[in-house]
């Protein structure tokens, strides 16, 4: 069996690096991936969905070293879920239940330079506010 997702959107925070106990590097930044379309109304909705990234080994360094905050990224990954296969789900601060996606990354591509993620402004994404980042 086989399975590998691929997804293109904002870093919403830096990435927070860390060494597991064994020694292993682990990076993990959230990823908003948004789209746009209109309702029946003709009112335009952008709907994001945030991801939970984890890159390991040499790709967490590497990730840890050259991303940021708003960078453009494509991850391609494997989707991972809980002990049953779901996603992971938590209570927010407002009370209400939410849910995680969380994806194991084999390869992150960088598609924006640093000097455009100062320049750029995706509000409603990962150069947003730190407060949309809901993990």
Same mark, same amino acid.
């Given at each position: 069996m086989f399975q590998q997702l691929m997804l293109i959107g904002f870093l919403g925070k830096d990435p927070n690096p860390r060494i597991t106990p064994a020694g292993a590097n682990i990076t993990t930044f959230p990823l908003a991936t948004s789209k746009t379309f209109r309702a029946e109304g003709g009112e335009l909705i952008t709907q994001t969905i945030w991801w939970q990234i984890s890159a390991w080994g040499k790709l967490a360094e590497t990730c840890s070293?050259?991303?940021?905050?708003? !960078? /453009? *990224?494509? +991850?391609? %990954?494997?989707?991972? &879920?809980?002990? /049953? &296969? @779901?996603?992971?789900?938590? /209570? &927010?601060?407002? %009370? =209400? =239940? @939410?849910?995680?996606?969380? *994806?194991?990354?084999? $390869?992150? +591509?960088?598609? !924006? !330079? $640093?000097?455009?993620v100062k320049a750029s402004t995706q509000p409603d994404t990962a150069a947003g506010d730190d407060d949309a980042v809901p993990f």
């Open positions: 070293a050259y991303l940021q905050k708003g !960078s /453009k *990224v494509m +991850v391609i %990954g494997e989707l991972r &879920g809980d002990e /049953k &296969g @779901h996603p992971r789900v938590w /209570k &927010g601060e407002d %009370g =209400a =239940a @939410h849910a995680s996606f969380d *994806v194991v990354a084999a $390869k992150v +591509v960088f598609l !924006s !330079s $640093k000097d455009e």
